[in-house]
């Protein structure tokens, strides 16, 4: 997640609330709802596999994945190697920035009407000071393992469903903007809802919920509700992730956040857990953002709420 200065709009979507069910569960939590089309449980050690991978790609390139590094750029790779086995078409989008070179990788699921996308994404970029495993490795990781869920069950939505990763967001969301920027009128206008991933596997972790749209929201807030967590409104990120660009071309934003360098509260930690007047990530933007640096809990529930919000949200 970059740092900036937080910004807000608003834009409207709409799913019915009959893809809203009951069922399934997350281990040691409660029965959780799921979407008609049967959202899977994501295992949360598939998801740990990607973050040891790109871990690894970090430590072998300087200790970075940062925008025109190597480490970047075979982070991209390795996710596009698992998206080409799955059977997506992607496509790798290149930009320059700072004098770099940089990529976003889009991956398309084949089938769905293609006058109504459902986007997920995540910046797969970290700084320089480290490996960026929260940030934002942790989503790009549950966007990943839900693509690669999609492809397993041969999940054959409604909606066309396309999913992201973006380079330099660390320069201010320049990947996504770029993106955003190349799409014509008509294909703006075709994306029913972007949902944005950064940072949702925090060490001392809350749960937030973008406010911008309405449907979005209430999806990922039907979903905690199921499995007996609070979510608070995300106010950090304000205008600091992908989900901008997006939402300042008048596309219908939401997403899930566990928290950067704001301190969590007595509030919070009561009801959450972890530890009050410290922060959600106290490794944010550091050379300890490392595989270390993850709440287990955090990063399934976020997956799970991620997959949930894919199915009901294309079906």
Not at 38 to 43: K, N, R
Not at 183 to 196: D, E, Q, V
Not at 236 to 245: F, N
Request: net charge neutral.
């Amino acid at each position: 997640m970059k740092l900036s200065i937080p910004g807000r709009a608003s834009a409207t979507a709409v799913v019915s609330a009959a893809v809203l069910l009951t069922g399934g569960s997350i281990a040691g939590a409660a029965p959780a709802p799921v979407a008609a089309a049967a959202a899977p449980d994501l295992p949360v050690a598939n998801v740990k596999a990607h973050l040891t991978q790109l871990q690894s790609i970090a430590t072998a390139n300087g200790g970075n994945r940062a925008h025109g590094r190597a480490g970047y750029k075979a982070s991209l790779d390795y996710v596009k190697a698992k998206l080409d086995a799955a059977g997506f078409t992607t496509t790798v989008q290149q930009f320059t920035s700072s004098g770099r070179t940089g990529y976003n990788l889009i991956a398309d699921w084949p089938g769905g009407d293609t006058g109504k996308v459902v986007m997920a994404g995540s910046h797969l970029d970290s700084v320089t000071a480290g490996p960026g495993i929260n940030d934002n490795g942790s989503g790009s990781a549950a966007v990943l393992e839900t693509a690669l869920a999609v492809a397993r069950a041969g999940y054959q939505p409604t909606k066309h469903l396309r999913f992201a990763w973006w380079g330099a967001e660390e320069l201010g969301m320049v990947g996504s903007r770029y993106y955003v920027n190349s799409l014509t009128t008509a294909n703006r206008s075709k994306i029913s809802g972007y949902l944005n991933f950064d940072m949702i596997g925090s060490p001392n972790p809350g749960y937030f919920v973008y406010d911008d749209d309405p449907t979005i929201e209430k999806t990922f807030k039907t979903y905690f509700t199921g499995i007996g967590v609070a979510t608070e409104i995300e106010t950090e990120g304000d205008g600091r992730s992908d989900h901008a660009p997006f939402k300042n071309a008048g596309i219908p934003v939401g997403g899930l956040f566990s928290g950067a360098d704001y301190i969590k509260t007595s509030a919070q930690a009561a009801k959450w857990g972890g530890t009050a007047g410290k922060a959600f990530d106290a490794c944010y933007h550091s050379s300890c953002d490392k595989s270390s640096n993850i709440n287990d809990t955090a990063l399934d529930r976020n997956t799970d709420a991620l997959a949930y919000a894919v199915w009901g949200l294309s079906a």
